[in-house]
């Protein structure tokens, strides 16, 4: 294939990725409020330790994914622009690598926390991979 080929697919695949990342940052950006529905209109004096632990560490994760789907968007919309792996590119895709090792090590710790002081004995992270 000619690298003009190359290109005009890359550009192609990453208008689409592009839209399932807005659709992601959307999601997120509808998550995070409904996740402080709680801390605003329940009284804090009827409101568990647990459940305070478990909604306040929602909003976090939820924020750090907000952020990995910002940086993944940003990288495939300078894709679909044309700019293929020029600096500001490559470093979209590193900063999003690195929020989501972020992401990854808040989410192994906030769900070893809910385990030992709350006793969940099942707790799933989104991704599946933390099981206590």
């Not at 690298?3 to 005009?8: D, I, T, V």
């Not at 659709?23 to 459940?51: C, R, Y």
């Not at 632990?53 to 994760?61: D, H, K």
Request: net charge positive; charged share 15%.
């Amino acid at each position: 294939m000619k690298n003009f080929q190359n290109k005009a697919k890359i550009i192609k695949v990453s208008k689409n990725i592009r839209s399932i990342l807005f659709a992601g940052l959307v999601l997120w950006m509808v998550a995070i409020p409904v996740f402080l529905i709680p801390f605003i209109f329940l009284p804090k004096e009827k409101m568990p330790s647990s459940m305070i632990c478990e909604m306040g560490g929602r909003v976090l994760l939820a924020s750090l994914g907000l952020v990995v789907n910002l940086k993944l968007f940003r990288f495939f919309d300078r894709l679909k622009n044309g700019c293929l792996f020029d600096a500001q590119t490559v470093g979209n895709l590193d900063a999003a690598g690195r929020w989501w090792i972020v992401l990854w090590l808040f989410q192994g710790l906030f769900y070893q926390i809910e385990y030992q002081f709350f006793g969940h004995a099942m707790v799933w992270g989104s991704s599946g991979l933390f099981a206590a």
